[in-house]
């Protein structure tokens, strides 16, 4: 059973940092993709960043030159290196990868960035 546990979250003040990590149990090898989304109140959720088979890595507009996305596949391991925040990324962030062609998630972990 493919299992996706995110870690990393908290609170922090505008202009700051966190590390998001995501292991991803159960999936052995096959994962094809492997992003982060995120879902403030009364807002859809989106993608803020995800990369390939290739480890060519996609960016929401709004988090480019702040966010970096990285993983190990050996470790079946996902980060989200997060500078510069902003109180309007504070939102719950969810792990997702696309193992087998079947969309998995995690339980999320909230961001709050305030002062």
């Known amino acids: 059973q493919v299992r996706l546990v995110e870690s990393g979250g908290g609170l922090v003040q505008p202009g700051g940092s966190l590390r998001l990590s995501c292991v991803v149990l159960g999936s052995g090898f096959g994962i094809r993709s492997m992003g982060w989304y995120r879902q403030a109140p009364g807002n859809q959720r989106e993608l803020v960043a995800d990369i390939g088979t290739g480890d060519n890595a996609n960016y929401a507009d709004s988090v480019k030159g702040r966010f970096t996305i990285s993983g190990d596949r050996v470790k079946n391991m996902v980060y989200l290196q997060m500078n510069s925040l902003k109180p309007e990324d504070t939102a719950v962030y969810y792990c997702?990868?696309?193992?087998?062609?079947?969309?998995?998630w995690g339980r999320g972990t909230q961001v709050t960035v305030s002062s």
């Open positions: 997702s990868i696309n193992f087998s062609g079947i969309r998995y």
